[in-house]
């Protein structure tokens, strides 16, 4: 496991934006609770349209029914690896939001967008925290809708893992050609 990564910015940011990367070897370890209510907490406090928070968080972690059933919701090579993350998440955004003057709900352009913006500051705490995430959309979304219960008026948008990095070796050899920082198209 090389700790290497060879991204180099065109421009000044924090390291952060740079180090953080979606590995999909993990040790299995366990996650305590308390770390991932950290994650979910800054996925709070990220921006939304008129505030309106549309991203909600369906979560298992490891060892529990939970985990096991969106892990059985994952498709192609995506169970393989994912099976020794500490935690799944899968997100869902409300198509609707409260707006100041209108009375009821009224569609959300924005909600893909602002659930995007929670999912970003859930991925930089768990960087933060010393834990890694990888998105995926390699999931079998109309089954996931029903079996999960995700409402009307709410879409689906992916799935995460978290863990702590494990070893390449255990990825088939396809993955483990890619299991390494990727780069960035320019600005």
Same mark, same amino acid.
């Given at each position: 496991?090389?700790?290497?990564?060879? =991204?180099?910015?065109?421009?000044?940011? $924090?390291?952060?934006?740079?180090?953080?990367?979606?590995? =999909?070897?993990?040790?299995?370890?366990?996650?305590?609770?308390?770390?991932?209510?950290?994650?979910?907490?800054?996925?709070?406090?990220?921006?939304?349209?008129?505030?309106?928070?549309?991203? =909600?968080?369906?979560? #298992?972690?490891?060892?529990?029914? &939970?985990?096991?059933?969106?892990?059985?919701?994952?498709? #192609?090579?995506?169970?393989?690896?994912?099976?020794?993350?500490?935690?799944?998440?899968?997100? &869902?955004?409300s198509k609707?939001?409260?707006?100041?003057?209108?009375?009821?709900?009224?569609?959300?352009?924005?909600?893909?967008? $602002?659930?995007?913006?929670?999912?970003?500051s859930f991925?930089?705490?768990?960087?933060?925290? #010393?834990?890694?995430?990888?998105?995926?959309?390699?999931? $079998?979304?109309? =089954? &996931?809708?029903?079996?999960? #219960?995700?409402?009307?008026?709410?879409?689906?948008?992916?799935?995460?893992?978290?863990?702590?990095?494990?070893d390449r070796?255990?990825?088939?050899?396809?993955?483990?050609?890619?299991?390494?920082?990727?780069?960035?198209?320019?600005?």
């Amino acid at each position: 496991m090389s700790d290497v990564n060879p =991204r180099k910015p065109d421009h000044s940011v $924090d390291p952060l934006f740079v180090e953080r990367w979606s590995p =999909r070897a993990f040790t299995g370890e366990e996650i305590p609770v308390e770390t991932l209510m950290s994650m979910f907490e800054a996925a709070r406090w990220a921006p939304s349209s008129y505030n309106s928070q549309p991203a =909600r968080f369906i979560y #298992g972690r490891k060892g529990t029914p &939970a985990f096991d059933k969106l892990l059985g919701l994952l498709t #192609g090579a995506n169970p393989g690896w994912a099976s020794d993350a500490s935690a799944l998440v899968f997100i &869902a955004s409300s198509k609707t939001m409260t707006v100041p003057n209108k009375e009821g709900p009224v569609p959300s352009r924005t909600h893909s967008f $602002d659930a995007g913006a929670a999912w970003m500051s859930f991925a930089l705490q768990a960087h933060i925290l #010393g834990w890694y995430t990888h998105g995926m959309v390699g999931l $079998d979304f109309d =089954r &996931a809708v029903t079996e999960l #219960g995700i409402p009307d008026g709410f879409h689906l948008e992916s799935a995460v893992a978290v863990g702590k990095r494990g070893d390449r070796a255990k990825l088939p050899e396809a993955l483990q050609l890619r299991e390494s920082p990727n780069s960035r198209n320019p600005v």
